[in-house]
């Protein structure tokens, strides 16, 4: 997606999400139909006297009494309530359409007003610090936590958010997240499976789900790897999978920035 249209990613995130609602729901009222087709003909009708409660089912105009036939009752109530659900959905579903049109109409109206272009040009630089109104990730990124003490004199790339990392690879990385507006932590401190672990990046989405990032940057060192392998055995152990809460990237990723922009806005936006 281009700045010209990112800049309305809540706005279409948010439609989607009314019709996926809309989906949802019209399912429901398609069994629902299906149900009620398999209903007896006839309407319930209950008054009052004395004696209690008296039931009668209305067929061609005709009323008759079945107060004592129960099967009768019970699928006739049923069969009303049915039709009350049903009345619900479509009435929903209706109106769900014609706002989901109506807000449609206005997205497009935005496009074309005069801060359309700046908004526009605002996400195409792809730096959204400015924008960000994550305000819990903020307090996150800004609490206090342990880091990595092992060879501090390694650190010695510093990124654009302030912080030093060992590597152009993990500055290229930390610079692109703090571009995009996204909470991280550098090296910080995990206990995992009883043990102590320092992960390249901690990231807080705006859910408040945490993803471990791991940059591979050695894959011809042996005894980097082995490591490596033990501490994403770790995180497997601990619930952290490929593909849902960890990322982990080699230096082929780094060669292109669009990989990584697309890693982020895919897995972290």
Same mark, same amino acid.
């Given at each position: ?5 990112? &800049? ?19 399912? @429901? ?11 007896? #003909? ?21 009323? +008759? ?9 019970? %699928?006739?109530? +049923? ?17 769900? %359409?014609?706002? !989901? ?15 359309? #272009?700046?908004?526009? #040009?605002?996400?195409? !630089?792809?730096?959204? %610090?400015? =924008? ?6 903020? @307090? ?22 302030? =912080?030093?990392?060992? !590597?152009?690879?993990?500055? =290229?990385?930390?610079? %692109?997240?703090?571009? &995009? ?22 990231? +807080?989405?705006? @859910? ?29 152990? @601990? ?14 990723? $780094?060669?292109?920035?669009? $990989?990584?922009?697309?890693? $982020? ?5």
């Amino acid at each position: 997606m281009d700045g010209n249209t990112d &800049f309305q990613r809540t706005g279409r995130e948010l439609l989607k999400k009314l019709n996926e609602l809309d989906v949802k729901v019209a399912n @429901e009222l398609k069994l629902l139909k299906e149900e009620h087709r398999l209903c007896p #003909r006839g309407e319930l009708y209950i008054r009052k006297n004395r004696g209690g409660w008296q039931y009668y089912e209305k067929l061609k105009g005709e009323e +008759r009494y079945i107060t004592g036939n129960h099967e009768k009752i019970a %699928r006739l109530m +049923r069969k009303r309530a049915i039709e009350y659900e049903i009345h619900c959905r479509e009435s929903f579903c209706r109106n769900v %359409r014609m706002a !989901s049109e109506r807000i449609d109409a206005e997205l497009a109206m935005d496009a074309k007003r005069n801060y359309a #272009r700046t908004l526009g #040009r605002i996400y195409a !630089s792809g730096d959204f %610090r400015a =924008i960000s109104l994550d305000k819990a990730s903020e @307090e996150w990124r800004r609490a206090q936590y342990i880091s990595s003490t092992y060879m501090p004199e390694k650190k010695i790339y510093m990124t654009d958010s302030g =912080i030093a990392v060992r !590597s152009k690879s993990e500055k =290229i990385i930390a610079d %692109r997240l703090f571009a &995009f507006g996204v909470a991280f932590r550098y090296e910080a401190q995990m206990l995992i499976d009883g043990r102590l672990v320092y992960p390249d990046f901690t990231i +807080r989405t705006e @859910e408040g789900k945490i993803i471990i990032w791991e940059h591979m940057g050695l894959l011809d060192d042996e005894s980097y790897m082995q490591n490596a392998i033990m501490k994403l055995e770790r995180y497997r152990i @601990e619930g952290f999978k490929q593909h849902t809460n960890l990322i982990c990237t080699d230096e082929d990723d $780094i060669a292109s920035p669009q $990989i990584i922009d697309g890693i $982020i806005k895919k897995r972290l936006l």
